[in-house]
């Protein structure tokens, strides 16, 4: 049920829905002293890949981020073939060290079995190549997602330390992706000042699907960059990925 805050402002408005999404509660949905909020539904131009309010791409020739010409918005990557994508990323803002995070991406591919597709958090220690972001070519990141596979797959890495994949929990329809339809992937993190295992957490559709069970290895103690991006796998010659929206909300 909604209610007015202390801003006579109703709370619906204030916090993102949290019904079916438990890591949304109480999380702002826009910049206040309280909380630093990202939106972006791209509904904006893309100039040479870059959708506008994202601070740099990775792109593999032949490869394009685009917008999608659909309703509501979109941004749609193409890679022309195998081992080829794009990735896009804004600025190093987020340090997870005792501050409540989610970030979220609605998405759909188009074949998922031959598509690598990764969310997250980077350091960006190397920016060649699109999958440099979300692999150990990279010191620290939180990356979440599916590795030329329908099941999605939770991996981290803190000052190069060994990445570490977590196993998939719970039913596996809840971690398996589907052609052509859309899913919100998400992480999240429960603001404890200490890393504790479980406080990351990833999830498809709001279900929990896995948990960060590795502390040691979760990096929390520098500021991250958010990412989305994509890699063409299976010696596909060509596939694509459309991106509905992408947010995160971030204690201050």
């Not at 997602?145 to 991996?155: F, H, K, Q, W």
Request: aromatic fraction near 10%; glycine fraction near 8%; charged fraction near 15%.
């Amino acid at each position: 049920m909604s209610r007015e805050n202390a801003f006579s402002i109703n709370e619906s408005v204030v916090h993102a829905r949290t019904k079916n999404y438990a890591y949304r509660a109480g999380m702002g949905m826009f910049n206040s002293a309280e909380w630093i909020a990202f939106f972006d539904d791209f509904t904006g131009d893309v100039a040479s890949n870059v959708p506008a309010g994202w601070d740099a791409a990775i792109i593999d020739t032949g490869c394009t981020v685009t917008n999608a010409g659909l309703a509501g918005g979109a941004a749609i990557f193409t890679s022309d073939a195998d081992n080829e994508g794009a990735a896009i990323y804004l600025p190093k803002s987020v340090a997870l060290n005792g501050k409540k995070f989610f970030m979220e991406c609605r998405v759909q591919m188009e074949d998922v079995s031959a598509m690598t597709f990764q969310m997250g958090l980077s350091d960006l220690t190397a920016v060649t190549n699109p999958e440099d972001i979300w692999t150990t070519t990279t010191t620290d990141y939180i990356a979440f997602g599916n590795l030329d596979a329908a099941t999605v797959s939770l991996t981290y890495d803190k000052n190069n330390g060994g990445t570490v994949t977590e196993t998939n929990t719970g039913a596996a329809a809840n971690y398996t992706l589907a052609d052509n339809t859309y899913a919100i992937l998400a992480i999240a993190y429960n603001g404890a000042s200490t890393v504790d295992n479980g406080s990351l957490k990833a999830y498809v559709n709001g279900n929990e699907v896995a948990s960060a069970l590795t502390e040691a290895q979760v990096p929390d103690d520098l500021p991250l960059a958010p990412f989305i991006g994509m890699l063409a796998g299976h010696a596909t010659t060509a596939n694509t990925a459309i991106v509905d929206y992408v947010r995160f909300a971030l204690q201050r």
